[in-house]
């Protein structure tokens, strides 16, 4: 049997009287049925109530991008500016499920919000507006490029811990890197600023932005990007090997494998 992938969903307005619909974006079903190898599960943004119920249920979590921000409160920021998007079920929702999956020892990939998530479930705090920082460099959305190249055109280089997870995560895929400068997408506003006490980065931007990281004593499988993966996949050999990587390790939870860790904890 496949692995089974928790795909974190936004609650969006959709149709004529905008009513909220739980939806994920249909990247991350085709990657999942790509080369995660998994079937996709859609988690409704529907609170931490569901997590007991949801989380013995899965063999993955995918943690998805989205252009809402997680609500300051969750790490005592100030408050947004005007017209900034939040999704306060999805926080409430995806927050407590990080902290459960992790202390699970359950494979966690987070991808740009879900990379925000990550760091600020786990104690850490986002710059709001990167941007706008003195000596950093614009993250956000390119304007200036036609809009099927947006999502996939690399924006700028990432310089990587040559003995971190994502080096040996290439290497074993034999996907070829420069460990001082891998080009990556980029669509986000915030980033991190505190960075959460177990998390260890592992990749930055030119400016210093931290754009991936892992958790220092997970039990099994985390990684976090600030980029998106999983627009490029089909093309970049680098993108495709972090989800194969992430596949093999919810199709060895699926088989009923666990870390070692996870083992101990359990005897
Ligand atoms: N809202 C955060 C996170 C950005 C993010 O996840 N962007 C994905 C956009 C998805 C899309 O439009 O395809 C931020 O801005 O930092």
């Known amino acids: 049997m496949r692995a089974m992938v928790g795909i974190s969903c936004c609650v969006k307005a959709f149709g004529l009287f905008g009513t909220p619909n739980h939806a994920a974006s249909d990247s991350y079903v085709r990657v999942s049925l790509g080369p995660i190898g998994a079937v996709p599960v859609l988690l409704p ?29 969750h790490y005592d920021g100030p408050a947004h500016a005007e017209g900034t998007p939040e999704d306060p079920q999805r926080d409430s929702t995806t927050l407590p499920l990080i902290r459960a999956a992790i202390a699970a020892g359950l494979p966690v990939l987070a991808i740009c919000r879900g990379f925000q998530e990550l760091n600020v479930a786990l104690g850490g705090s986002l710059d709001q507006r990167i941007q706008d920082l003195p000596g950093r460099i614009d993250h956000s959305t390119p304007s200036d490029q036609k809009l099927s190249g947006v999502r996939t055109g690399k924006a700028h280089a990432v310089r990587i811990t040559p003995d971190g997870q994502l080096a040996r995560i290439w290497t074993a895929a034999g996907a070829p890197f420069r460990a001082e400068a891998v080009p990556v997408n980029s669509l986000h506003n915030q980033g991190v600023c505190r960075l959460a006490p177990r998390l260890v980065a592992e990749a930055w931007a030119p400016d210093g932005t931290i754009e991936a990281v892992r958790v220092a004593d997970a039990p099994g499988f985390v990684l976090g990007v600030q980029w998106h993966p999983e627009y490029d996949w089909e093309q970049d050999a680098r993108s495709r090997a972090i989800f194969t990587a992430f596949g093999a390790a919810t199709a060895a939870w699926a088989a009923g494998q666990r870390p070692e860790a996870v083992r101990r904890a359990a005897a």
């Open 45 to 73: 943004a529907a609170g931490e109530a569901l997590v007991p119920d949801i989380l013995p249920r899965l063999d993955g979590l995918m943690l998805t991008g989205s252009r809402s921000n997680v609500h300051p409160n």
